[in-house]
């Protein structure tokens, strides 16, 4: 089955660790993108990748590092320099090329800091 | 950043109805998409419309667009509880197109 997918599902993390939270999609999508969510909110786009090791920061880059070594993997981590990094991190893909892309999503990754 | 928001943040209906939401933003666009995410889940693309377009359906959803008003709106007809969702307008931010800016989002509750 073709998808983007993400793991793990719930992470958990001490205050002062990096985590790296994994985003796979077989779909053959040029773009990845890396979202947060906050509760009741909408989606903030923290970085982007519209081609293999070529990634841009979004509009909440600060805390976090991205690599795209791969076509298919774009994995986001969580640095210690995030003062508040529990919520919600979604994954999503397009295609890349034109100019009319919808966005696939992977289920999610929920942070928490302890 | 957010350019723009939905309306109402949150909408109860009872199975049956319709559910209208809105989407307004500030900048030109050259196409909008709406989204739903099942409470927990990642994002599902519902329809996209284009800037010359007015209307699209899909099923029980009808879009609108009114580039004059920069606004759009979601019709759900004949809802189902399995409707119950957040409902996101997306559109790409001005001098991009294959980034997405999402608003705040609907919470609908449909109740059966």
């Known amino acids: 089955d073709g998808g983007i997918t993400q793991s793990p599902k719930y992470l958990f993390r001490k205050e002062g660790q990096n985590v790296t939270l994994s985003c796979e999609q077989n779909l053959n999508h040029d773009a990845m993108y890396w979202y947060r969510q906050d509760p009741g909110q909408g989606l903030r786009l923290i970085y982007y990748?519209?081609?293999?090791?070529?990634?841009q920061k979004g509009d909440i880059a600060e805390g976090y590092s991205v690599s795209r070594e791969k076509k298919e993997s774009f994995p986001l981590t969580v640095t210690s320099a995030q003062k508040n990094p529990t919520a919600f991190y979604l994954c999503a893909s397009s295609m890349g090329g034109a100019d009319y892309n919808e966005q696939f999503f992977g289920p999610g990754t929920r942070l928490t800091v302890l | 950043s957010q350019q723009g928001e939905e309306d109402p943040q949150a909408l109860s209906i009872q199975e049956g109805e319709n559910a209208t939401m809105n989407c307004s933003y500030k900048t030109s666009i050259n196409n909008l998409q709406w989204y739903r995410q099942n409470s927990g889940r990642g994002l599902v693309h519902l329809i996209l419309?284009?800037?010359?377009?007015r209307e699209k359906h899909s099923g029980r959803l009808r879009v609108t667009l009114d580039t004059s008003k920069k606004s759009s709106s979601l019709l759900i007809t004949a809802s189902r509880a399995a409707d119950t969702a957040s409902y996101f307008c997306a559109r790409p931010p001005s001098g991009s197109a294959r980034q997405l800016t999402f608003g705040s989002g609907t919470q609908l509750t449909v109740l059966p």
């Open positions: 990748s519209q081609i293999v090791n070529d990634f």
């Open positions: 419309i284009r800037s010359n377009e």
